[in-house]
């Protein structure tokens, strides 16, 4: 069976990004607006009040400070709440897979692979703008790729599941490289009037090439010892933003169609399960924890990776054990783990061990234990 490698992760953010402290002001000038408009209904108890936000609450609930935005216009205009993003016509490069060429062009430049060696394109986030035709279809025609593409939506597990079916496929034989993008365009499904959920997310996309290790010629690359997937069903994060709405005679934009968690309940049910999780994984790939030299978690919340960090190793983590990115970036989805691998993997030694782990809505789980050539 031939031995599977990643050889080169790419990055790319978009040049605009809004801060803790302008989406506060957007947001309680928002929700004073909207408590002032339906002060008899709130005193009557048939709607709740929206209470105000501060950038302290976000930081100290997320560890986020800011978040990159693939268009800023709309999110902080108190009468829209949302991004205004000029739709393109269907000859044009859609959204969505410009910020996938752009993160993959990176991972092929890293790999040192052209699209002549590229046999099969997966682009897996936790949304694609459109059913069909596939996004991974309009990529791979962008960058000239033949062979084939799909999508696949997992989630915030999109990037690690979508990794496993690129190891599967080189393990197979049945593509010698693959291309796996993680276009997460995440901010039109983010309810901005929403406190608890307002913060939350940013945009981002990201790519690695997984390959034959004898076809490698990178200079950074980590052999796939082991991959580990994870499913149980539950309601707590949810999306029900679908094409039902229109035979249901539902409002496609209503709140309950866009981001929604119980982040109490998914804090207390997801942490035992991600650090079980990779407990299991290190010792089906026969390798301690003790051994794992960088943790390349999920992004989704500060609080959540220091817990589960502190679970594996027994003690608070140091930065590079557990790099966080967090901050800068926001909850990205699926992309938040290979963030951190793209920007904290090129100083590790060959024989170094890492994880590669993402967790969210399903839930789902997805890891795979690596080693730096």
Sequence with gaps: MPTAVISGSGLWKPQEYVTNEELVIAYNAYAQR?????????????????????????????????????????????????????????????????????AARDAMDAAGKSAADIAMVVVSCAYTQRAYPAIAIEVQQALGIQGFG???????????????????????????????????????????????????????????????????TSVHSYEVLS??????????????????????DAQPFADDKLFRQNGRKVFKEVCPMAAEHLTQQVEKAGVAVSDVKRWWLHQANINMNELIARRLLGRDP?????????????????AGSMIAFHLYNKDLQPGDLGVICSFGAGYSIGSLVVKKR
Excluded: W
Aim: net charge negative; proline share 4%.
């Design 34 to 102: 909207y408590n002032k408009e339906n002060a008899q209904a709130i005193e009557r108890g048939e709607v709740a009040e929206k209470p105000l936000s501060s950038a302290e609450f976000i930081e100290k609930a997320s560890g986020i400070k800011r978040r990159y935005t693939y268009c800023k216009e709309g999110i902080l205009d108190v009468d829209r709440m949302r991004p205004k993003i000029p739709p393109r016509a269907d000859d044009e490069l859609s959204h969505q897979a410009e910020m996938a060429v752009r």
């Design 150 to 216: 799909f999508d696949m939506l997992v989630a915030c597990s999109a990037a690690t599941f979508a990794l496993h079916r690129a190891y599967d496929a080189v393990a197979a034989g049945s593509a010698d490289c693959v291309l796996v993008i993680n276009p997460e365009l995440t901010t039109p499904q983010v309810n901005f009037t929403d406190r608890d959920g307002h913060f939350i997310f940013g945009d981002v996309s990201t790519a690695a090439i997984m390959e034959r290790a004898d076809t490698c």
């Design 227 to 248: 991959t580990q997937a994870l499913t149980q069903y539950s309601n707590n994060i949810r999306s029900n933003f679908g094409y039902l709405s229109y035979a249901e």
């Design 318 to 334: 140091e930065f590079l054990e557990a790099p966080i990115v967090l901050d800068e970036y926001a909850n990205t989805a699926s």
